[in-house]
Every structure is written in structure tokens, then in C-alpha cells.
DNA sequence: ATCAATGCAAAGAATTTGCACCGTC
DNA sequence: GACGGTGCAAATTCTTTGCATTGAT
């Protein structure tokens, strides 16, 4: 486990960020509580979303934003990838794309940001899904 | 207002469309209750979240979700655009580029997804909050 | 006249906070 | 031993729902 910049590390601490290496992304505050519960029955929901803020200050982790669901936390440090949502059946989807660099460099070059993080997000229906009637597994 | 395919059109739902195109985008539920509230003081927030929903239902408004806050609605139908949100300052340019276009048939080849949709969010400080510490107007 | 849409109040999720106790430094 | 972190329960915030009434077709 990396140092956590000043803050004490304890076993929670330690626990919610090895689970959030080990689960390549997607998890939700409650689908994280759960998990963190089987080893750690003592722990409070309250400490999971306090630990995710801080991990998120720190830039430990980034947030996502699903359509219709709740926020997704996942573990940074692994490649830059994105993603793509079937509307049919909700599978996630990660995929890279080096066009992404090269847009990051346009858009800073046109507004004079500095830019830190950019993200794709895409949807619509799988190969399953659009023959299905496009609501195969829904 | 364009039709709403077979629903009933309605003072509130004119108006709450109204608000969405007039607004360019980047209105929570809040926002446009209290706008809307202006107009037609006895309408009720349920009725926002209905109709937001309704709209999302038709198409005829997407559903943005920008670090930190809530949802934020925005009518469709306008030329496609992304988003960059400075970290400094929190506020949301929209921009274009050409190459969101490539990367969706990239995208589309690779995985076998018919897209629908495709965003892009990046982040980080503006000209001006570069130069003031990175926190000039918060 | 019919049935969908609304307002209101109440319920339900998701997330945050206050406070006494516990564990890291 | 100090003080930050935790658990628990209660509070907030955001969103949805039940039901009687209103209004569009």
C-alpha cells in the first residue's frame, strides 16, 4: 500500500484500497461496503464513504458517473481507458483509444487549459443486444 | 415545443422544456425548479423530477453528471459537444471536436457496439486558475 | 367524459455529521 | 498520551411515490 500522504493508515484504510486495486473499477459505496464486511464485520457504511473522500483527495481513486445509476469508484494507476454502457443489457465495457491523447492536446491547445483527466463515455447497444430486440437480458 | 409523441402537453412540461433549451445546458433539478417556480408559482418539484424524467424517457434531454455535483440536464438536438470543468474555479466550457467522431467508429469496430452516444469529460484549471495557485476564485 | 398529469405530503435512497470510544503514531 | 479515525444513530439531501384533484384531449 502506497502512503496515504500524512494520514494514518488503518486496517480499513488499507482494506478499502486493496479492494478497490483488485476489483478493476465499478464498484459503488455500498457494493464496496459489502465486499470490505466479509473480512472487517465491524466496518460502518459511514467509514466507507468517509475513506472514498479521502481517496479521492488524495487522487487515490476517481469517481464515475454511470447513466441512472450511483457513483463508481475506481483505483488509478492503471492505464487510461474508458467506457461504454449497453443500454440493453448494462454491461461496462473498458476500452483505449489512442485518439483520446490526441484530443486532450486539441482541446487544451484551443482553451489554454491545463488539462488533468479526460474521460470517454459511450452507449448503445452490444452485439447480443441489437439482435435481441435490443432488451435481450433486461 | 415539438410534439411529445403522444404524451400530453402541459403548461408545466412547455415550460420546463422552454427553461432547458433557454438555459444551454448544465441545470440541475433545483435549478430548474426554482427558474420554473418564477413562471408558475404553484408548480411542484415532484413534477420537475417527472418531467425530467419524461424528457429523458423521449430523448428529448441528456443527463450530464459533472464531478461533485448532481445531475444537470440539457436539451438535445444542438450541435454535439463535451465538456471541460476547471477544477479551480468549477466552471464548464463545452466544446467540440472532430475527433470524437473517429473514435466512435473506432470504437464501434472494435467491440461490435452499435453507439448511440458518445461524451467526453475532461478536467482541469483554466488559464486563470493556473496562474492564481490553482484556487483563484474559490 | 376519460384518463393522464399535477400538487402535496410522506416515503425512500444515498450520503453526511455529531459524538463517545478506540487505535495509530 | 494525543489526536485522528471509527462505529453508531440521527440528520441531510436528493429523488420517488400514493392519492385525491385538476386539466388536456
Redesign the interface.
Known amino acids: 500500500m502506497r502512503d496515504l500522504k500524512g494520514q494514518r493508515i488503518t486496517n480499513q484504510r488499507r482494506l478499502l484500497l486493496d479492494l478497490l486495486h483488485r476489483s478493476e473499477g465499478h464498484l459503488d459505496a455500498d457494493e464496496l461496503y459489502r465486499l470490505a464486511k466479509e473480512k472487517e464485520a465491524r466496518l460502518s457504511l459511514s467509514t466507507v464513504y468517509r475513506t472514498l473522500r479521502l481517496f479521492k483527495e488524495l487522487g487515490l481513486i476517481e469517481?464515475r458517473?454511470f447513466?441512472e445509476e450511483h457513483h463508481h469508484y475506481e483505483a488509478k494507476g492503471e492505464a487510461e481507458h474508458h467506457h461504454?454502457v449497453?443500454?440493453g443489457c448494462g454491461k461496462v465495457?473498458d476500452?483505449e483509444?489512442p485518439?483520446?491523447r490526441?484530443?486532450?492536446e486539441?482541446?487544451?491547445k484551443?482553451?489554454?487549459?491545463?488539462?488533468?483527466?479526460?474521460?470517454?463515455?459511450?452507449?448503445?447497444?452490444?452485439?447480443r443486444c441489437?439482435m435481441g430486440g435490443e432488451d435481450s437480458s433486461r
Do not use: W
Open positions: 469517481e458517473h447513466a461504454l449497453c443500454l465495457i476500452f483509444s485518439l483520446t490526441k484530443m486532450r486539441d482541446v487544451s484551443q482553451t489554454g487549459f491545463e488539462i488533468l483527466d479526460a474521460e470517454v463515455h459511450m452507449e448503445g447497444y452490444c452485439g441489437q
